[in-house]
């Protein structure tokens, strides 16, 4: 059985931080491209940052210098360091992942989704 599941959600001021963790199971982790996605109330969704099977990142460019993805494939892992938080970046964040050889920004590409954890920051 595939899951995603997230955890590190939380209640910070603005200018916090939070570290965001998913754990996958049920495929095989470590040739799939994976990231982070977030949806605000009323929003779509959108992507955060991906890391592909090379450890690669990409990000965002509203989260760029502020934002640190990381995979650790020996515990199937997938890590988002948020630091210099906004209220802008209030949303559920979800993790996701494909089997790509190549990285993939989009969501609608990615397969494999958790169920997300909330992200709440105050001004």
């Known amino acids: 059985q595939v899951q995603l599941v997230e955890s590190g959600g939380g209640s910070v001021q603005a200018g916090g931080s939070l570290r965001l963790s998913c754990t996958a199971s049920?495929?095989?982790?470590?040739?799939?491209?994976v990231g982070w996605f977030r949806q605000a109330p009323g929003k779509e969704r959108q992507a955060v940052a991906i890391i592909d099977r090379s450890s690669a990142p990409q990000y965002a460019d509203f989260v760029k210098g502020r934002f640190t993805i990381s995979r650790d494939n020996a515990k199937t892992s997938l890590y988002l360091e948020m630091n210099h938080l906004e209220p802008e970046d209030t949303a559920m964040y979800y993790c996701a992942a494909v089997h790509s050889p190549v990285p993939l920004f989009h969501d609608n590409w990615y397969t494999y989704w958790g169920q997300g954890t909330q992200v709440t920051v105050s001004s």
């Open positions: 049920g495929f095989t982790y470590n040739n799939k491209c």
